[in-house]
């Protein structure tokens, strides 16, 4: 399937901002689909756009991430490789993608039930991995995530034509409410907005960094946050948040001490595979949207 036989269902970057209603549903999967998710708890999903899950992972287990985390960022193979992004101030590591396919360990995250079955349930149907990456967010001044919606760039630059994505961020640092931890508008899921601004060639070396096309005008997040205010959210090592892939969220700098280090998957379902991209002028490296479309097994 081409992108020309693809509707756009929603238009961005082009001369202005432009918002639409959201036109998918949020939980694709029937209510009584079999799964970790509670039938309340997919309820909350839809309604907010986001679901905390306390202790996704075990305190034992989260040190076993938590040391590869260490590990790959100490590695210098890893961090002269492309799929490292570092802070734009320290030059230090702030994200590796692709970490499911560098680590055995974080491969063995994706394939775990509590993770990917999750994923499966609120998608309703197979699943494969569109984006994965460590965010190491060290202390002593690592930036931020300006606000965005996810899906807006991953429509716009890796060609997703509709909102059948779920990302899951799980801690492996105490997220603290003081070390830039993840904010979300609850509810903003549900409207689609439209960014002003072409998308530059090879957007993505600068957008790992610190993101400009795709980044919603001063009015747009005055009105969003206005009306579904803003969540912080925290929590221990293993600790999770899913949220879907057209929320509006961002996270701010971490001037403390303490890390604020996560995975972060991003699940897409199968019957919603990548085309061309809807408003960039070349795909992205498939390390940062992928291309194999293999369901995870
Ligand atoms: O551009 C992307 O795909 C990445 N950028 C951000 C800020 N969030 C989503 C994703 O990891
Ligand atoms: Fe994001």
Redesign the pocket.
Known sequence: MTTATVKDLYPTRGATEVTVPRQDPVVWGSPDTPGPIEAGDLQAFERDGFLAVDQLIGPAEVEIYRQELDRLVADPAIRFDERSIVEPSSQEIRSVFEVHRISEVFAKLVHDERVVGRARQILGSDVYVH?S?INVKPGFGASG?YW?S?FE??HA??GLPNMRTV?VSIALTENHDTNGGLMIMPGSHRTFLGCAGETPKDN?KK??QM?DAGTPSDEALTELAGEYGIKLFTGKPGSATWFDCNCMHGSGDNITPFPRSNV?I?FNSVENTAVEPFAAPIRRPEF??ARDFTPVR
Do not use: M
Request: proline share 0%.
């Open positions: 984006q990456r995530f965005h996810d760039t991953w630059e890796d990302s993505y957008s790992l993101q972060f991003v940062v949207g």
